[in-house]
Each structure stands twice: as structure tokens, then as C-alpha cells.
């Protein structure tokens, strides 16, 4: 298994282009979310998804968009991409028992420049 | 709001013991997770707390104090390799993940 891959690893925008994160998985976890992680500062959800086609807003939603079309994979879209969304991007799956998540497994990363 | 807080830098020598403290506010608190996360790489997970008490696991073990909001992460033996950052985070009700800022370990010979 590959557990979780992300690409690309690292990529450049310029402010107001759009851009999609590919996450996919293959570990048959339904539970899939997207952090960004800035400088000295923990990791902030963006958005997740509890199983396919249902998707819910994190901490920090506003300026990317998320679709759950199957269990594998989950891409993030940036759809008018700013220099606050200069981060790395984390996709992270997990296997929820009771309703709780215990164990994220962390892809990767995706390192964003947005100039 | 949910919030974890936890110090931002440790440093320690080699073979010592060390505590990364995180104490946390928040609502619908089901456990607390710890995660390391070696620079330029991914957080991976390093254990789980739902009870009251002392998990161990190798060299590394994690505490849990409900009453008190309050859990810990202690490395025993330290080595080179466990320089590191490591970060809590709470498991919430509604399906909420909430981390904290994270403490960076530096392990001096």
C-alpha cells in the first residue's frame, strides 16, 4: 500500500490562478481531511470528508473548495489562488471508530508558493 | 473556542528524559493525540489517550488527565533522532481535530 500520496510536492501560482491538490488513498479509509501548516504554527483543517460525497468545512475553509467523488481520493481547488495561501498542505486519512478519530495518517505534503 | 497549548521549544541532552506538557479547552473532548514531525516531513502519529492515565509505548508514553484538561508527552532515553516537533491534539465532538501549536524538541549530544 501506498498510504497517502500527494502531489505535486511543491508548485508555484501567481496570485488569482487556480490551482487543484491531489490526495488519494489507498488504505479504504473513509475519512479524509486537508490541513495547511504555516511557520511555527500547528496544522489547521481546511475541510474534510466522512465517506463519499459529504464534505464539511474545517477551522479554516474560506478560498478552496473540496469533492468527495469516491473513497480514494479528495482534491483540493483553489480557485482564485492569494499570497495568504502561501503554505504547506497536508491531506490526512483515518479510520474513525465511535465517531472519534484517532489515528490521521499524514501524506507527504504539498509545498504552495503563491507569488 | 478550542485551543491547546502547549510550550514552543525544549531542549535536552542525550539519554535524558524530557515532558512535552499540552493542556487544552475544549468541548465535546473525547481524547488527545500526539504527533511528530521531523522538518520537512509529515506529522506521524505517535499515540492516543481516550482514558485517564499512562499509555506506553516503547520509549515514548502519553498521559491523560481529564479532570485537569491536561496531558503530556514523555520521551525516555532521548536520542539524536527525536529531534522533532511534536504536537497534541484534541479529538472533539462534531468531528473536530483541533492541534496545538507545536514544541520543538532539540536533543543536544
Known amino acids: 500500500n501506498a498510504g497517502v500520496t500527494q502531489t505535486p510536492k511543491f508548485h508555484i501560482l501567481k496570485t488569482g490562478q487556480s490551482m487543484t491538490l491531489q490526495c488519494a488513498q489507498d488504505m479504504n479509509h473513509g475519512y479524509l481531511s486537508w490541513y495547511r501548516q504555516d511557520p511555527g504554527m500547528g496544522l489547521r483543517r481546511i475541510h474534510y470528508s466522512v465517506a463519499a460525497g459529504i464534505t464539511d468545512k474545517g477551522e479554516v475553509p474560506d478560498g478552496y473548495n473540496v469533492s468527495r467523488s469516491n473513497t480514494e481520493d479528495f482534491p483540493l481547488r483553489l480557485e482564485s489562488a492569494a499570497p495568504s495561501q502561501t503554505s504547506v498542505y497536508f491531506c490526512a486519512s483515518s479510520y474513525p471508530t465511535s465517531g472519534a478519530q484517532e489515528t490521521q495518517y499524514f501524506g507527504p505534503g504539498t509545498r504552495l508558493l503563491v507569488l | 473556542g478550542q485551543s491547546l497549548e502547549q510550550p514552543s521549544e525544549v531542549t535536552a541532552v542525550e539519554g535524558a528524559i524530557v515532558q512535552i506538557n499540552c493542556t487544552y479547552q475544549t468541548s465535546g473532548f473525547y481524547g488527545l493525540s500526539w504527533y511528530q514531525q521531523h522538518d520537512g516531513g509529515a506529522p506521524t502519529f505517535l499515540s492516543y489517550?481516550?482514558?485517564?492515565g499512562l499509555e506506553e509505548t516503547g520509549r515514548f508514553s502519553s498521559f491523560l488527565s481529564r479532570s485537569d484538561s491536561y496531558g503530556y508527552l514523555l520521551l525516555q532515553e532521548l536520542q539524536m533522532k527525536d529531534s522533532a516537533s511534536y504536537f497534541c491534539?484534541?479529538?472533539?465532538?462534531?468531528?473536530?481535530?483541533?492541534f496545538g501549536g507545536g514544541t520543538r524538541l532539540m536533543v543536544k549530544p
Open positions: 491534539a484534541a479529538d472533539n465532538a462534531g468531528n473536530m481535530l483541533t
Open positions: 489517550n481516550a482514558l485517564d
